[in-house]
């Protein structure tokens, strides 16, 4: 299959459109822009509706009431647009009404800088809106992966009933690469018929609703929740190991920190040093017990988390799925700053020297 050079922003729309995309609703926003601009002039020759909000509150409610009423909808922003769309994310996943939300991350806190960046990691996995729920989170690391994980993510989200946001840092988003369009292995989902689409053949309403003012519907809903949660830990997690087989380093990252890491690997095995990476590919649900396994081999004697974050948040989910039996360090730039190969292979070596 041949080759073609695309742009990641809209490779990520034209991803969408192939998977059957019938509505977008979106704003433009730096780096993400390229996405909604691609989407005005392709969905509609695909049948599909593109609308520009008037907000991103105001494009992720079109995107509750598309998706209620059984459409495949989307919606892309980059990380402050994100933060405002947290209270109609939370609807969707109340209301258990699936679709797909893009995150082309960029430094922040508040505006920040337009620079690619993954501070957004705790928001996606953890929840910026309120209540207890969880939203399937795909974190690709070269255009190839973001084409394929969007177009599974619309599935994804129609067998689960569940909002799949795919976290991209901003590179991603702005970078060209080759890509095959491979066709992506569709899924035996179940009708939607739940969508408030009218009565035509059924005796009722149906209601999209994530409002239960009685707790007990509301205890009873969260449960029902969980469960489902839990079904999606079991079913989907996903990460990639290169060269951990004998590690006695092993680096965690994702996304392009991770493409960066793969590079100091190599100077590191031509140095000598055993090195290895463990990358999530689902940041929810963590692969927590692969990680966990990895720990336990005699042969790896230390961590080294890289984030383009200063503090680290993915690091959080490493220490749990560590659980304390390996050192971990830690390599972290943030506001659009990259770690450069040197600073990984320095990081690698000082964490090794550690604990000698």
């Known amino acids: 299959m041949a080759k073609e050079l695309w742009k990641g922003n809209e490779a990520i729309a034209e991803a969408a459109i192939r998977a059957g995309c019938d509505c977008f609703f979106g704003y433009p926003i730096t780096p993400q822009s390229e996405v909604p601009e691609y989407m005005s002039v392709h969905l509609p020759e695909h049948g599909g509706v593109f609308v520009q909000s008037e907000s991103e509150v105001a494009a992720i409610n079109m995107v509750y009431g598309a998706a209620g009423a059984g459409m495949r909808a989307m919606t892309s922003s980059s990380s402050p647009g994100i933060s405002l769309k947290q209270e109609g994310i939370t609807y969707l996943a109340g209301a258990e009404v699936p679709a797909v939300i893009v995150n082309c991350m960029r430094g922040g806190p508040g505006l920040g800088t337009i620079q690619p960046a993954q501070g957004d990691y705790y928001q996606a ?50 970078m060209m690469e080759p890509i095959e369009w491979k066709p992506i292995a569709k899924r035996d989902l179940p009708p939607k018929d739940w969508a408030a689409c009218g009565r035509k053949g059924r005796d009722h309403h149906n209601v999209i609703n994530s409002l239960f003012i009685d707790p007990e519907e509301c205890n009873q809903l969260n449960n029902h929740l969980a469960e489902k949660y839990a079904e999606i830990a079991k079913n989907e997690v996903r990460w990639e190991e ?43 649900p963590f692969p927590e017990k692969a990680l966990h396994e990895l720990a336990a081999k005699e042969h790896v004697r230390a961590f080294l988390d890289v984030e383009m974050s200063s503090t680290g948040q993915m690091i959080d989910d490493v220490r749990l799925g560590v659980e304390g039996q390996k050192p971990i360090s830690f390599l972290g730039q943030a506001g659009g700053v990259m770690p450069t190969v040197e600073e990984i292979i320095e990081a690698a070596k000082n964490a090794l020297k550690e604990v000698k």
Request: proline share 4%; with cysteine.
């Open 125 to 174: 996995t953890r929840g910026g809106g309120n209540g207890d729920y969880r939203t399937v989170v795909l974190a690709p690391s070269n255009v190839q992966e973001t084409v394929d994980f969007v177009q599974e993510a619309f599935d994804i989200a129609d067998q689960y009933r569940n909002p799949v946001v795919i976290l991209a840092d901003g590179l991603i988003g702005q």
């Open 242 to 284: 290169v060269e951990c087989e004998d590690a006695e380093l092993v680096i965690t990252a994702y996304g392009t920190p991770a493409r960066i890491a793969l590079t100091a690997l190599e100077t590191l095995r031509a140095d000598g040093i055993k090195a290895g990476l463990f990358r999530p590919i689902t940041l929810w």
